[in-house]
C-alpha cells in the first residue's frame, strides 16, 4: 500500500455506511446505537488518513487496520462512558485530602445513603400530618441534642453558609472583620469576594498580625451590621502577634447589639487535643464563648458528606432559612442522610470508633508500623522479593484547611523496584483501577497506611508487588 501513490491510498479508505456493516461492528451496533459508532469509525478513519499523510502505512497495513477495527471501536466507547470519579486508595497520609474527595463516610452513613437513594422518602414530608413539611428538620433534631437551645441549617458548603449569614445579616451594610483572618481557601475564593457577593461592605480593622479588641470597637458605626471572626483553619500566624479573643469580641457585640459571627470551617465537635490537634477549638466551645453564629464543613473534621453548617440563635437560623438565597444553596436527600447519621454518632457517643477520620487521627504510630510491617511482608512474598518495601519514618497531615501546623508522626512504607524510578512507581500505580496515590519523600516513593482503610491493605499489596513483573504468588 505505501509503494502506491498517497491520492491513490487515501481513495481507498473504506467508507462509514461499507465499515457499519462489518460483522465486529454491528454488534457494537446493537449494544451502543449507530451514531456513537459511526462517530468513532469517523474518528479512527480520520487517524488513518492523518498516519498515510504523513508517509505512514505498509504494504497490507489496510488490511491489518480492518482486522483490528471492532476492538479499537469497542475501546474508544469504553473509553468515553467510563466514569472519571472513581475511587481510590488514599495512600497520602493526608486525611482530609480536599483533591481526593475529603473525608470518607462511615458505614451507618453509607447505610442510610442506599436506604434513601432506593427509593422515595419524607424529605419534605410529615407523617404525622400527612402534610408537605420542612427538610430543615431533619438536621434540626440531631443539632439541638448536640447544641442544646441552638437551631440549625444545612447549606451546600462551608463557603455557602458564610455567604447566606452575610447576605441574611448584613446585606448593604457593614461587617468587621481582622486584616489578620481575611482568608483565602483553595480554589483562590477568599473571604472579601465571598462578603462582595453577600451584597455587605468589608470593614477591615487591625493589621495582619496584631488586632485589638478596640481596633473593632473603634470601627463600629451607625452602618455596622455585624463582627465576624474567622478561624484561620488553613495557615498559622505566628511572632509577634495578638488578635482579640472570641469572648472579648463577644461581650463587645452584646454591648453593640451586633451578632457575632465565627466562621469555624473545620466542623470539628470533639476535644481533639488528646490526639495533638492543638488550635483547633469545637463547634461547642466557640457557641460557650458567646459566638450567635457558628458556621463550618460537613465534610472536614466533623467526617460527614460535603455540606455547610449554621449553627447558632434561633432567630438569626431562621432568618438565615428565610433568605431566598437558601433556596439555591440547599442540599438533597443524600447529603442529609448521609449527614444524619454521621451526627448520630457524635450524639451517641460512637463517632470516635466508627467515623473514618476520626479512627485515621486517633491510630497511634505504633499501630500504624504493625500494619505497615505485615503489609511489607505481603509484598515481599507476593513479588519473591523483586519488590521492596521498607519502612521509614515520616509524619501524616491532617489537610483539608485544619490543623495546618501539625505533624502526626508515622510510619511508611517506602517502596523500591531495580530498574524503575520513584516517578514511574508512582505512575503505575495511579493508572492502575483502583487507583493508589501515595506521595514522593527522597526519591521513593511512600506509601502512608494510616490512610489506608484495613480492608484495602491487601489490594494495595498485590498492587505494589505486582510492580517487580511476572505473576504473583498466592
Request: net charge neutral.
Amino acid at each position: 500500500m505505501s509503494r502506491e501513490p498517497l491520492q491513490t491510498r487515501l481513495r481507498k479508505l473504506p467508507k462509514i455506511d461499507s465499515l457499519l456493516r462489518l460483522p465486529g461492528i454491528e454488534r457494537l451496533r446493537e449494544a451502543h446505537g449507530r451514531e456513537r459508532v459511526a462517530d468513532a469509525l469517523r474518528s479512527r478513519v480520520d487517524e488513518l488518513r492523518r498516519q498515510l499523510s504523513e508517509g505512514g502505512g505498509e504494504p497490507g497495513s489496510l488490511e491489518k487496520w480492518l482486522e483490528g477495527l471492532p476492538a479499537s471501536v469497542e475501546s474508544m466507547l469504553r473509553e468515553e462512558v467510563e466514569t472519571a470519579l472513581v475511587g481510590v486508595i488514599n495512600a497520602t497520609g493526608v486525611l482530609v485530602h480536599t483533591n481526593l474527595g475529603r473525608a470518607p463516610l462511615s458505614a451507618a452513613a453509607i447505610s442510610r445513603l442506599r436506604e434513601v437513594s432506593a427509593g422515595f422518602t419524607t424529605l419534605e414530608y410529615d407523617l404525622a400530618s400527612g402534610r408537605r413539611g420542612s427538610r430543615s428538620v431533619h438536621a434540626q433534631r440531631l443539632v439541638s441534642r448536640l447544641f442544646p437551645g441552638c437551631a440549625g441549617h444545612v447549606v451546600n458548603n462551608n463557603a455557602a453558609a458564610v455567604l447566606l449569614a452575610i447576605n441574611t445579616l448584613a446585606e448593604g451594610k457593614e461587617v468587621v472583620v481582622s486584616r489578620g483572618e481575611l482568608v483565602e481557601i483553595g480554589g483562590s475564593f477568599r473571604i472579601p469576594d465571598v462578603m462582595r457577593k453577600g451584597q455587605a461592605i468589608l470593614r477591615e480593622v487591625g493589621t495582619t498580625n496584631r488586632t485589638r479588641i478596640g481596633d473593632y470597637e473603634e470601627a463600629i458605626n451607625e452602618r455596622t451590621a455585624l463582627l465576624l471572626k474567622v478561624h484561620t483553619s488553613n495557615y498559622r500566624i505566628v511572632g509577634f502577634t495578638m488578635q482579640a479573643t472570641l469572648p472579648e469580641l463577644a461581650d463587645l457585640g452584646r454591648r453593640r447589639g451586633l451578632p457575632v459571627v465565627v466562621d469555624q470551617g473545620s466542623g470539628n465537635l470533639l476535644d481533639l487535643s488528646p490526639c495533638g490537634v492543638q488550635d483547633e477549638p469545637s463547634v461547642a466551645e466557640i457557641l460557650a464563648q458567646g459566638a450567635d453564629l457558628v458556621t463550618f464543613s460537613g465534610d472536614k473534621l466533623l467526617g460527614g458528606p460535603q455540606c455547610g453548617v449554621l449553627v447558632g440563635k434561633r432567630d438569626l437560623v431562621e432568618r438565615c432559612r428565610k433568605n431566598p438565597l437558601s433556596r439555591a444553596l440547599r442540599v438533597d436527600k443524600l447529603t442529609y442522610a448521609a449527614l444524619e447519621a454521621t451526627l448520630e454518632a457524635y450524639v451517641s457517643d460512637r463517632a470516635e470508633a466508627e467515623v473514618p477520620i476520626l479512627r485515621m487521627l486517633r491510630e497511634t504510630p505504633a499501630s500504624v508500623e504493625e500494619r505497615a510491617r505485615r503489609c511489607a511482608q505481603r509484598i515481599q512474598d507476593l513479588s519473591a522479593g523483586s519488590v521492596r518495601a521498607d519502612l521509614a519514618s515520616g509524619s501524616s497531615l491532617v489537610g483539608g484547611g485544619a490543623a495546618p501546623t501539625m505533624e502526626i508522626p508515622t510510619r511508611l512504607l517506602a517502596i523500591t523496584v531495580e530498574g524503575r524510578s520513584a516517578d514511574e512507581i508512582e505512575t503505575m500505580l495511579r493508572l492502575r483501577r483502583p487507583p493508589i496515590i501515595g506521595r514522593i519523600q527522597e526519591d521513593r516513593l511512600v506509601l502512608d497506611l494510616r490512610t489506608v482503610p484495613r480492608e484495602q491493605e491487601e489490594e494495595l499489596a498485590k498492587a505494589v508487588a505486582s510492580l517487580g513483573g511476572g505473576d504473583l504468588k498466592r
